[in-house]
């Protein structure tokens, strides 16, 4: 198969042009396209003439510096040191101008001309492949990197570099908003997933995810990921973090917003990961920390307020279910903080009392019911678990301080007193005597397990 050959036009990056509606001057700039050519000599109007888009030339500048070996454009507009204002200059800012070549000496911004290498590249919105750069800058209002438009959407990826060097970090990926002007506001920065498509497709998801790890030893961390509020300066407060989940159509629902632990890897034995909530911490002398608030939506019109939940983890099989745990905040030489209960009705769940007869020992279940009935038929003694026996039925990480309480209610006869005994790690402070229905004093006692050290309780007779 014989290829088509070219033939031979013409050389020294000369084209030919024909003026028409004006004639064009010797040394005047003419944009073909997007490519600034200049014309040697002069060429009437209507009449055939040359451009040329090579060579060494000097060429009528803005008011600037510019750098030797910087790039080069046509303000088509610009206004020139010497010459008509907006009759067009050169200069080194992109913007939307034309690319035309690169300066070979720098020039003052004072001086008439900068000298420019022509060169007939064209500026293109398109480059296939890859690009190496030290740096990308907009040269508008929007700098837009965008996938291929195909069947399936083309990946647009932000990578730092990899780290050639054992022991160092690969390179960091950031974006970041632009820096206001003296009283304006920081760009916005924002990673928003993509639009469905225009019948029942599902919007792109959004992910912020720490980095895997890739050590072949198998201990190594997964890494962080955070969002951060921006720093405040002088009285100012710091900027918010908000997680909010997606606004709903006509009829939907509103997205949830979840915060959740990581699970653990199948097969493995580690714990899933926590997951906190917490005030910022105060850095200032005196400074109050931040409060944490969790609350649910606000309804409207008729509509009911949306509940808060806080749950404690399922327990698979036969392990614990785990604790619910309110801690208020500790304090240097003040008061510890409080817990506020603001409700007209509290309400519990599980809260069905367990029931006793004669005497016995009593079960974990009896012990942390809250409320045991009591029917003996003579006087009955009943003793209570053991300090290690209770801790281990509370579950979850207890700390000294902590507390249950448990209420006797006797229904007996008259002379059925129930007497409770003592087991190891417990000792009792007041009364351990429930006297019987039919007497003169009350026939219930209530008392609070006091954690005091690891296995150790005292039970404080409170009613």
């Known amino acids: 198969m014989a290829q088509t050959p070219a033939l031979y036009y013409c050389g020294d990056g000369v084209v030919d042009y024909t003026p028409s509606g004006a004639a064009v001057i010797a040394g005047q700039v003419v944009l073909i396209g997007t490519v600034p050519m200049i014309a040697p000599v002069a060429i009437a109007d209507g009449v055939k003439g040359t451009l040329v888009a090579n060579g060494i030339w000097k060429v009528p500048q803005a008011a600037e510096i510019i750098t030797a070996g910087d790039a080069v454009y046509w303000d088509e507009n610009g206004t020139p040191v010497t010459g008509d204002a907006l009759s067009g200059a050169a200069t080194a800012t992109a913007a939307s101008n034309n690319l035309m070549g690169l300066a070979v000496a720098t020039s003052a911004a004072a001086d008439s001309y900068v000298y420019v290498f022509l060169t007939a590249a064209k500026r293109t919105a398109t480059i296939a492949g890859s690009v190496t750069a030290d740096d990308i800058t907009g040269s508008d209002a929007t700098l837009a990197i965008a996938g291929l438009a195909a069947a399936q ?3 647009v990826s932000l990578t730092g570099g990899v780290s050639a060097t054992s022991g160092n970090a690969g390179g960091a990926s950031s974006i970041v908003g632009g820096v206001g002007g003296a009283t304006g506001a920081g760009g916005a920065a924002s990673v928003t997933g993509g639009v469905s498509g225009a019948t029942s497709g599902t919007g792109g998801a959004a992910s912020l995810v720490g980095g895997a790890a890739g050590s072949a030893a198998g201990n190594a961390t997964g890494g962080a990921a955070s969002v951060t509020g921006g720093l405040g300066k002088g009285t100012s407060a710091g900027g918010d973090v908000a997680v909010a989940g ?83 905040g500790t304090s240097g ?4 903080g409080n817990i506020h209960l603001r409700a007209k009705t509290l ?37 209570v678990r053991t300090g290690a026996q209770i801790e281990a039925a509370l579950g979850g990480t207890l700390a000294d301080g902590d507390s249950f309480d448990l209420t006797f209610i006797n229904l007996g006869g ?48 409170v009613g």
């Open 347 to 383: 309400g519990y769940q599980d809260s069905t009392p367990e029931t006793a007869t004669d005497t016995d020992s009593l079960t974990d279940a009896q012990m942390l019911a809250g409320i045991v009935v009591c029917t003996p038929t003579a006087a009955a003694t009943y003793t």
């Open 153 to 155: 959407g083309g990946l």
């Open 246 to 328: 997606g606004v709903a159509g006509a009829t939907g629902a509103g997205g949830a917003a979840s915060l959740v632990g990581g699970a653990s890897a199948t097969g493995a034995t580690g714990a899933g990961g926590a997951c906190s909530v917490a005030g910022g911490a105060s850095g200032s002398t005196n400074g109050a920390g931040g409060a944490c608030n969790v609350a649910g939506g606000a309804g409207t019109g008729t509509g009911v307020g949306g509940n808060t939940t806080i749950a404690g983890g399922a327990a698979a099989g036969s392990g614990d279910g785990g604790a619910v745990i309110v801690t208020t």
């Open 333 to 336: 030489s003040g008061v510890a």
């Open 414 to 461: 008259a002379g059925d007193i129930i007497t409770l005994a003592v087991a190891a790690g417990v000792t009792f402070v007041g009364s351990v005597l429930i006297d019987d229905a039919g007497a003169d004093v009350t026939s219930s006692g209530t008392f609070r397990f006091v954690r005091g050290a690891s296995e150790t309780f005292v039970a404080y007779r």
